[in-house]
T-cell receptor, first 113, second 114 residues
Framework: DAGVTQSPTHLIKTRGQQVTLRCSPK?????VSWYQQALGQGPQFIFQ???????QRGNFPDRFSGHQFPNYSSELNVNALLLGDSALYLC????????????FGPGTRLTVL | GENVEQHPSTLSVQEGDSAVIKCTYS??????FPWYKQELGKRPQLIID?????GEKKDQRIAVTLNKTAKHFSLHITETQPEDSAVYFC?????????????FGTGTRLKVLA
């Protein structure tokens, strides 16, 4: 039973560029949530995908967008990168229940220069 | 607004002592409260969780208590060991199925001194 996987592990970009991060959920899970974790901080909710639609969003600008595919995998896209976007990006998968556990992937460390 | 406060931000204990981390949430509709342990450079790992229909849950050396009236929940680690050293995050689930999300606390860095 595969856990949550993410790619790439690390990424270095320059300001103004665009980046795409990928996530495959735990087997059987249908819901993917994305989080940004700055150094020394707790994860901050970006958005959540279910049935290929974004249905919940945190306080992040439109530069952050995403997609969910029919196989439940998901992508996070960030446009016009800023230095402040440097962080660990975590995806978490779960079943579609508010009381269900979210399992995290290993994260993608994004550095913006 | 939606908020989870976590205290303390750092905690040092002697090996074998107990550690307690406390969180307070703002949304009275929250009904699920997980705790995650994150070691340096690794993903958050669920260590224990509690749902709003119970007041306490225990798993070996780890326990969580929930006071819904006060909107408080706490993590208790007994007989601490050096490998317990990590950052611990509490979270509260806000919303209902179809529109829920987790709000995380700011984390507690626990250091167990040998």
């Amino acid at each position: 039973d595969a856990g949550v996987t993410q790619s790439p592990t690390h990424l270095i970009k320059t300001r103004g560029q665009q980046v795409t991060l990928r996530c495959s959920p735990k087997s059987g899970h249908d819901t993917v949530s994305w989080y940004q974790q700055a150094l020394g901080q707790g994860p901050q909710f970006i958005f959540q995908y279910y049935e290929e639609e974004e249905r919940q969003r945190g306080n992040f600008p439109d530069r952050f967008s995403g997609h969910q595919f029919p196989n439940y995998s998901s992508e996070l896209n960030v446009n016009a990168l800023l230095l402040g976007d440097s962080a660990l990006y975590l995806c978490a998968s779960s079943y579609d229940r508010a009381t269900d556990t979210q399992y995290f992937g290993p994260g993608t460390r994004l550095t913006v220069l | 607004g939606e908020n989870v406060e976590q205290h303390p931000s750092t905690l040092s204990v002697q090996e074998g002592d107990s550690a307690v981390i406390k969180c307070t949430y703002s949304d009275s509709a929250s009904n699920y409260f997980p705790w995650y342990k994150q070691e340096l450079g690794k993903r958050p790992q669920l260590i224990i969780d509690i749902r709003s229909n119970v007041g306490e849950k225990k798993d070996q050396r780890i326990a969580v208590t929930l006071n819904k009236t006060a909107k408080h929940f706490s993590l208790h680690i007994t007989e601490t060991q050096p490998e317990d050293s990590a950052v611990y995050f509490c979270a509260a689930s806000i919303g209902t199925s179809g529109t829920y999300k987790y709000i995380f606390g700011t984390g507690t860095r626990l250091k167990v001194l040998a």
